[in-house]
């Protein structure tokens, strides 16, 4: 099974590695990563582990974001996962990947009502080490959060 | 550009036994030298992480005067080092960033001061914790009691802690004794997104998370007796810190003009060595968009102090009576970008100073000092980590040549928290605290595991390198009595 991510040691905030065979699932495994290493608490769910495992995602949101170039859309992508986060107190689990190039796209977000984060609170994703590249083949880059 | 490498002692200058300096040679694209206050113990520290390389970076931004000045509690941020200090000159193309203030505009402190002594206070201290943690949201997505709709929240954006005061909250008192009386009169709510809004909405009165916390404390040792009189400060005096800051409304619009001014660096010929240092010229309209957004966003995090120190009060008021009288000693940010007028190089020079993760210090006689405190100058609040020591220090004459008048914030984080929760386990953290007698409220362990004063520099070694470059002086030490945080 490919990686999909993985938590990093950074001094005050939180970082996380993201692997992705296309540039969709590198999309997709960072907001599975975001969500995930936060500790999402949700009735409806499962902990096994570190992570959440949800029967059903059934908060669902449509989004479409335009940006200068890859990084920060990718930026806005989670940025965007994390204000819809914040205003319904839901967690994105999973994300269907409608369109999506070097400066656009338009997703799905899937998720679940949370009661809270049992980790911590992000307060921003920050272009710090984000570096989006392709090493032996396949997508992968940091991403720092700020906490 | 130059590759990024560890920047060691012999990259360093000794000025003092408590300030460095990285000359403008060491790299060139530095437009000044960089200076950090430190002693030798905090600078190991501080060599095994990127801030003395961001701090160089931040050398480079247009604009910038005299140095970049990193405070003792520096550590790895983005863009900026977290006690990162620059003032850029506004009639010199000086350029506002929004990194050199932080994510979380407005993150600051508010002291209360009770008429009770610690020994008065015991008998309720169980009670009355237990009663602030659920009267004062902490915590993830835990929402405030008050929720605004957007012509309320306007106003909030627009007067912060004034319109906190017309709605019934709080008294003139908790104005007068704020940074800004807790308004920045040039906040533009307008500017200010509707997802921010929408984020901000339900988030005033609550505290957040992460390091974010009240503590009740007791006046544990004083260190300058005329300071301490002036400020209202006795031994064994009970008071209340509030630290907390903008919430998601912050959040959102730090990020929101971090994305707005990232496609336009080109436009403005300003190349920089790292992304999150992106900025605009201050006199650009993307300037004074951002100047004015983040003035609107402060004003949230007044309102929101303002509002948690008015709650405090009542669930006194619930536990233990109306007898007591509560007042604010004083409220500072350490995540703002304020238009200052300095002296360099023997002109007036009108700056944005950038103070991202430090505290302002302004001296005696300065007028935006209020009137009762003019004698000995502004109180500088600094939280301790979790169980360890607080302090009130004054800011001094002489830091505003030091350092742009200026201190630390707190004690900066030296271990990760992934680090801190591998060494640290959250249930033996909250017993070790209880054992010292200090009560804890908090609904996670993990959360306290993270926030160990082991993952934390020395706090008395903040302060006493503050103290003795001058940039404030030691007035008093707090300690804790209880501890109400969020996960």
New interface residues.
């Given amino acids: 099974m490919h990686k999909d991510f993985e ?1 990093l ?6 970082k996380i590695r993201v692997y992705g065979t296309t540039l969709e699932q590198l999309f997709r495994h960072a907001l599975i990563g975001m969500f995930q290493s936060i ?1 999402p608490r949700s009735k409806n769910c499962k902990k096994k582990g570190e992570r959440l495992y949800c029967p059903q995602l059934p908060q669902q949101h449509d989004i479409t974001l335009q ?3 890859l ?2 859309l990718l ?2 992508f989670l ?1 965007e996962a994390l ?1 819809l986060s ?2 319904h ?1 839901e967690a994105y689990l999973d994300v269907v990947i409608h369109e999506l190039d070097q400066n656009h796209i338009r997703a799905t977000l899937q998720g679940v009502p ?8 992000i ?6 080490d ?1 570096n989006i590249k392709k090493v032996d083949g396949a997508w992968q880059t940091d991403i ?1 959060f ?2 | 550009m130059e590759k990024e490498k560890q920047i060691r002692l012999e990259n360093l200058i000794k000025i003092s036994d408590v300030l460095w300096e990285i000359p403008q040679e060491f790299r060139q694209d530095m437009r000044v030298p960089a200076r950090v206050f430190a002693n030798q113990h905090i600078l190991e520290d501080v060599f095994e992480d990127r801030s003395l390389w961001q701090l160089v970076n931040v050398a480079t931004l247009p604009g910038i005067q005299k140095f970049a000045f990193a405070m003792p509690d520096i550590h790895q941020g983005y863009g900026f080092p977290i006690g990162g200090v620059a003032a850029t000159a506004i009639d010199e193309g000086g350029v506002i960033s929004p990194g050199g203030i932080g994510y979380d505009i407005n993150c600051g402190v508010r002291l209360l001061r009770v008429s009770m002594t610690a020994d008065e206070l015991k008998p309720y201290l169980a009670d009355l914790a237990t009663e602030i943690f659920h009267a004062i949201p902490s915590g993830v997505g835990r929402g405030g009691k008050l929720k605004l709709n957007q012509e309320d929240l306007a106003k909030v954006l627009r007067d912060g802690a004034h319109r906190m005061v017309e709605l019934g909250y709080g008294t003139q008192g908790d104005l007068e004794y704020c940074e800004e009386t807790g308004r920045m009169t040039n906040a533009d709510a307008t500017l200010i997104t509707t997802t921010a809004k929408k984020r901000g909405a339900d988030q005033l009165g609550t505290l957040g998370s992460g390091n974010h916390f009240l503590e009740i404390q007791r006046v544990d040792e004083i260190f300058d007796e005329k300071s301490a009189q002036v400020y209202g400060l006795e031994k064994n005096m009970v008071t209340v810190m509030i630290h907390c800051g903008s919430r998601g409304l912050g959040h959102q619009t730090c990020t929101d003009h971090v994305n707005s001014m990232m496609p336009k660096m080109g436009q403005w010929g300003i190349q920089l060595p790292d992304r999150e240092l992106v900025c605009a010229p201050f006199k650009s309209p993307e300037g004074q968009d951002y100047f004015n957004a983040m003035a609107a966003a402060a004003n949230f995090a007044w309102a929101n102090r303002h509002l948690i120190g008015q709650w405090v009060r009542d669930s006194w008021k619930k536990v233990i009576g109306d007898s007591v009288k509560i007042t604010t000693l004083y409220d500072v940010s350490h995540n703002i970008g304020k238009r200052e007028s300095h002296e360099i190089n023997g002109k007036i020079k009108q700056v944005i100073m950038h103070r991202k993760g430090a505290t302002r210090a302004f001296g005696p006689g300065r007028p935006e000092v209020p009137s009762h405190y003019q004698p000995v100058g502004q109180p500088v609040l600094i939280p301790g980590t979790m169980g360890t020591s607080s302090y009130v220090l004054a800011g001094t004459k002489e830091s505003m040549e030091v350092g742009f008048g200026t201190s630390c914030h707190g004690a900066g984080r030296r271990m990760s928290r992934v680090q801190a929760k591998k060494t640290v386990r959250g249930s033996t953290l909250r017993q070790e605290l209880e054992a010292q007698g200090i009560i804890i409220r908090s609904d996670s362990n993990s959360g306290l595991a993270e926030e160990a004063p082991i993952a934390y520099k020395d706090v008395e070694d903040v302060v006493s390198v503050v103290d003795k470059a001058r940039l404030a002086k030691k007035v008093v030490r707090l300690k804790p009595l209880a501890v109400i945080k969020g996960g």
Avoid at chain 1, 9 to 14: F, G, S
Avoid at chain 1, 114 to 121: A, K, L
């Fill in positions: 938590l040691p950074h001094t005050a905030d939180l500790g940006a200068h170039d990084t920060s930026v806005s940025s204000a914040d205003i107190n949370i009661e809270g984060f049992e980790v911590v609170e307060k921003a994703v920050t272009y710090h984000l720092v700020d906490i």
